[in-house]
DNA sequence: AGCCCCCAAATTGTCAACAATCGAACGTAA
DNA sequence: TTACGTTCGATTGTTGACAATTTGGGGGCT
């Protein structure tokens, strides 16, 4: 049960859709620098695709926020930002301390055994050795995590806010930072999970705002110890 | 300082954005009745425009997510579901109890005193008879006071996800019930305002939550007293 | 009657050409 | 040399026509 494999579930029937799910891997997988100019003649012509579908793909990606858009001037992949990445986990404390209240009250009893079961597989995972540079955009413990208790939610918006629109940004910035899938992590994903069991939304609520509130700052220290040049060399 | 007039703003320079602009308005004021589908031909003709540009404009109202659309079947306005504005009240919930706690942290002195005389207003306001039925986007006082907290919080993409994406639902709910604004929701926010003022984050978090519950329980009971004539016909 | 297949009309997706706008290079003048 | 205005190339916005798909109805078969 990989992440995009439900969140960005069906097929795409129609070119413009194609482009916009090749383009938004592309992104996120790092295919395509960040704060790059798109030029649409040449995208449509690397792809073999008129500008027009190309055109209905860039506006899916600026609705997805991987990309701004500028009248007469252009499309360009966002570009990095740290005060960005801030708000982004603000807003993340409060959606998802929600969504595990809401996931404790309505998570069927399955749906709390495979999340218990994907910790299980995390906890060993954690002690073997993890090659790193493996930044593929499946089998990230800490995103898998979140999503299947966001999942638990039962709410279709949020789970579409959160999972499709925010955890896009979430990658993006993932893939140019570290992974960061601490051991601590770990720990506080189990507390989570006991309170979700225990069917305390309360406490749910409460530990996952602690838990993303500690991811934040676990990000910004790291931040801090990164050269200029690691973090905002995005030219062109 | 109208909600659109901040939150809406720059003039549009392109045919599509005119026309995203004025779908919007349309279906945000009740001039296309929920559930329609929309013609494409039909429309693009009646506007003047190219069938081009209008699907432009439908897909960046499939964005605000005011249209749903299916490959090769078409787009057609959201359609009226209790459960969804459930759902639409747990996120605001969450994202606007931070918003209010972070509006506590950030607001400028000036931005405080702003939001305390948009308080006094309504206060006045409301012991005058409003008349009914001026239904218009703008001046609504429970909106501007959810839009002024919001703005305050400072934080550029909670303030885009909510002003930009999420009130457009609540707007779009609202014309279709009561405008829900009673003398409870006014005292609800004069103990908002006072935690700001204060400076007192953690307690404006709190009554905003409660506040935004408790408008939630209104929209609910009234909901339960309205015929299903009232609620759900929107045919064809 | 009920069901299935097929066809036609309408609608949506796609494309390539045209018009409008922007950015940069160049030249000129102070 | 620097600043400004102009012109040209390139890019984006827009349009109308073409291709692919869905929808609805009619006719035939069981």
Redesign the pocket.
């Known amino acids: 049960m990989a992440f995009r494999s439900v969140c960005q579930s069906q097929e795409p029937v129609?070119?413009?859709?194609r482009m916009f799910q090749d383009l938004r891997r592309s992104i996120l997988e790092g295919g395509m620098p960040a704060g790059k100019?798109?030029?649409?003649?040449?995208l449509a012509a690397a792809y073999g695709?008129?500008?027009?579908?190309l055109?209905?793909a860039i506006g899916k990606l600026e609705n997805c926020n991987l990309v701004t858009?500028r009248?007469?001037?252009?499309?360009r992949i966002i570009s990095f930002s740290i005060d960005q990445l801030m708000e982004i986990y603000q807003i993340r404390e409060a959606m998802e301390g929600m969504a595990a209240r809401l996931a404790a009250q309505n998570m069927t009893e399955q749906e709390v055994h495979n999340l218990q079961e994907l910790l299980e597989r995390h906890r060993n995972a954690t002690t073997t050795p993890e090659q790193p540079g493996n930044n593929s955009l499946k089998h990230d413990p800490d995103l898998d995590f979140h999503f299947c208790v966001i999942q638990g939610s039962q709410n279709e918006r949020l789970i579409r806010m959160l999972c499709q629109d925010l955890y896009d940004l979430v990658r993006f910035y993932r893939l140019r930072l570290n992974p960061g899938f601490t051991p601590k992590a770990q720990i506080e994903h189990e507390l989570i999970v006991d309170a979700i069991t225990r069917r305390d939304g309360e406490m749910a609520e409460v530990l996952m705002r602690h838990h993303v509130r500690a991811s934040r700052n676990r990000a910004q220290i790291q931040l801090e110890n990164m050269t200029p040049e690691e973090l905002g060399v995005h030219e062109k």
Do not use: L, M, Q
Not at 37 to 42: A, C, D, L, R, T
Not at 71 to 75: D, S, T
């Open positions: 129609t070119i413009a859709d100019k798109i030029s649409e003649p040449e695709v008129s500008r027009g579908s055109r209905e858009r009248p007469n001037i252009g499309a």
